[in-house]
């Protein structure tokens, strides 16, 4: 395992990265997401499979809506390379997709926007590992909450106003206050033309089909036991209309139905995203 240090991962960060390495190690081909970088990055002990929250079948529904989603944001992101030049992540965990996809990533300029502390600990073991910073990638340390981060932290960090990005943030607004997720809506909206925002949100428990219902509870359990509560939900049609006045002319709520056909349709093991967590896509 990695030195103990005064900086340390956020323990959601770390179980996503589980999730994303146990579809490889427990479930069959095609994978949705090939990610095992994630799992180095965590650094687990060596019985982290006995974890009772990376039981293969209990997290079946749950590491298939973390895959898809990031499948989801990483096509975007490819599809739209050529044209933005820039593509900000936040709330970036141990996500790899910069050392994974480098044939992207390296013709982009990549900021990874995340809380200090994990950020710290990410970029440390990203040298131990022998991956290192690239000159394309910037590791931009915010806190989402009380931080005016996009002109002072992220020009600092090199990036371009004048320039079309791709924003995502998978997995943070339902622990932002809805006062701080506008805040957000409003900063990505006020991007050049030709920006893109892509994030996930919980829908309200009434928007959530029955069968995906208790799974969505036992994830607000967890968290809530975590230290880590969620505090935000969303009703689709409110989210796109909060997208609409903060200023993006499209934007568009992405059901769990659309990664679902577009990437696990066929499979016979079970493999599907919940609905208890869906996308928003909203255009500059």
């Not at 900086?7 to 179980?15: E, G, I, K, S």
């Not at 000159?135 to 909450?145: G, T």
Request: aromatic share 8%; no cysteine.
């Amino acid at each position: 395992m990695a030195e103990e240090t005064g900086a340390t991962a956020d323990p959601t960060a770390v179980r996503v990265a589980l999730w994303r390495a146990l579809h490889v190690l427990a479930d069959p081909p095609p994978y949705v997401l090939d990610d095992e970088i994630g799992l180095r990055l965590a650094d687990p002990d060596e019985n982290w499979r006995a974890r009772p929250d990376v039981d293969p079948q209990e997290t079946l529904v749950m590491r298939a809506s973390i895959v898809a989603r990031a499948r989801f944001v990483e096509d975007l992101v490819a599809e739209r390379a050529a044209r933005v030049g820039q593509f900000v992540l936040l709330g970036a965990g141990l996500d790899s997709f910069a050392q994974r996809r480098p044939d992207v990533a390296a013709g982009l300029k990549v900021y990874e926007v995340d809380q200090p502390g994990p950020q710290d600990w990410k970029r440390r073991r990203l040298a131990e590992l022998e991956y290192g910073i690239p000159e394309w990638l910037r590791l931009v340390p915010v806190d989402f909450e009380t931080q005016s981060w996009w002109e002072r932290l992220l020009a600092a960090a090199g990036f371009a106003a004048d320039r079309p990005a791709v924003v995502a943030s998978t997995g943070v607004t339902m622990y932002l206050t809805r006062d701080a997720v506008v805040a957000v809506l409003r900063q990505a909206a006020a991007r050049a033309p030709g920006s893109t925002l892509v994030t996930t949100f919980m829908p309200t428990l009434e928007r959530v089909e029955s069968a995906d219902r208790a799974l969505r509870r036992e994830r607000e359990r967890r968290a809530a036991s975590s230290g880590t509560p969620f505090i935000t939900f969303f009703a689709p049609e409110d989210l796109v209309a909060l997208a609409r006045d903060a200023g993006f002319s499209q934007a568009r709520h992405v059901p769990a139905a659309e990664p679902a056909a577009r990437y696990v349709a066929g499979r016979t093991d079970g493999l599907r995203p919940s609905s208890g967590e869906e996308l928003l896509v909203a255009t500059v």
